[in-house]
């Protein structure tokens, strides 16, 4: 996901007949102990969760605020104010901010370069770990929603997720900062079926407006000069001042599809799908092949290769190909289909291949994958790959009963992960395929010096 918040954005009152039909259960503060807030930036704490902080003050709830990052990053252009000198604003406007909402609370600052979370995700882990540990009673864990759509709030959700997995008695509620403006009020895109609501007091609410208003380097420009623009302006802010907050709970792990349902599909269709008949196959496998950018790979391996189809005409474009696949059965038409090739048994992610990489072949498979295992998986891709290789991962658009999510959301989850944009995006009505560059990988015009 990206965005630009210095563009409209949704209109908040394009929220309120949404919000008036969605069935929340209740944000409970009588059955926690403490409450932890994970704030990736100063002001995050205020928006996404100004008024359970104060309402949990009010309950005599204890409440803990780990702020990731000073913030520093929130006027690259700025002509006026340095990021060294906004890292001294926003640390004190966070903690008047935090005074206002609930004088008794304590922070921890993490001291984490603003939009570097992802290279420093172990000093949030550790601090999280360790706040958790050896708590009576139950705590509420509060963190930005994960598809939130900017970097540091994902990862930060992503710590606090994996952390409050493995911390016994903990609850985890994950709330919007971004979603609001970009969301689409008539087609959200946020997982409003798990929505929790907080119904704020007027104390509260007041508490809550008057924590933003603490934070004039966000609401305010810091001068007329362009780049100075404030970040949160009255338009942004209505998003977060309404009555009520909201967080979304965190569903029931998924589980990825099982081997066994895989060996089932091939005894009952040995040929597993029709690749070889279908037109829609044929074509998407020559569009997969048409967006390779180079015309030669040293290395490819091809997850979830099935019968071998894809993997032959791999064969005639790298030097080795190696073939994975969930189930026994496949594999040995593959090996008669693609003889030049080599082929594992392996179930992503834990059974991952050794070897490097400059080519990579995702097609059809990372639906079938719980969400944690895709990233674990994006994570062994991004591990194993070559700097001069490349990604290509192809989906299938439409419903699927066996599928755990879809291909949209794979091709979304992988655009949010990867490290840099697209090469290349196509997009129809039957499929999404996209192709994810390593590092020193440039275009084919330039690769051919035919660009100045």
Known sequence: MSFDHREPGTDPADWTPFLDTVAALPVRLDTVASVVVVAPHP????????GLIASAADAGVPVHVLLVTNGEGSHPDSPSTSPERLRSIRDTEFRAALAVLAPAASATLLGVPDGGLREHPDLLRSALTERLTGVDGPVLVVAPWRGDGHRDHRIAGEVAADVVEHAPGTELLE????AWHWDDASAPAAPWDRARS????????DRKRAALDA????TRPL???????????DRHAAHHLRPTEWFFAVSAAQSSRSRESFDAHYARK???WDFDGSWYERRKRAVTLAALPRERYRSALELGCAT????AELTERADAVLGTDIAAAPLARARLRAPAARFVQAQLPSEWPDGRWDLVVMSEVGYYLSPSDLDATIDRVLGSLDDDGVLVACHWRHPDDDAVTSGDVVDARLAERWPRPALVRHVEEDFVLSVLPGPAVVSVATTEGLTP
């Open 215 to 218: 934070y004039p380097s966000q």
């Open 198 to 205: 907080l119904v704020l007091s007027s104390a509260a609410l």
């Open 223 to 233: 001068s007329p000069a362009p780049g100075d623009e404030p970040i949160v302006d």
């Open 175 to 178: 709330y919007p900062i971004w």
């Open 308 to 311: 071998g189809v894809l993997t």
């Open 43 to 50: 002001d995050d704490e205020t928006l996404g969760a100004g």
């Open 270 to 272: 040995p040929e597993g």
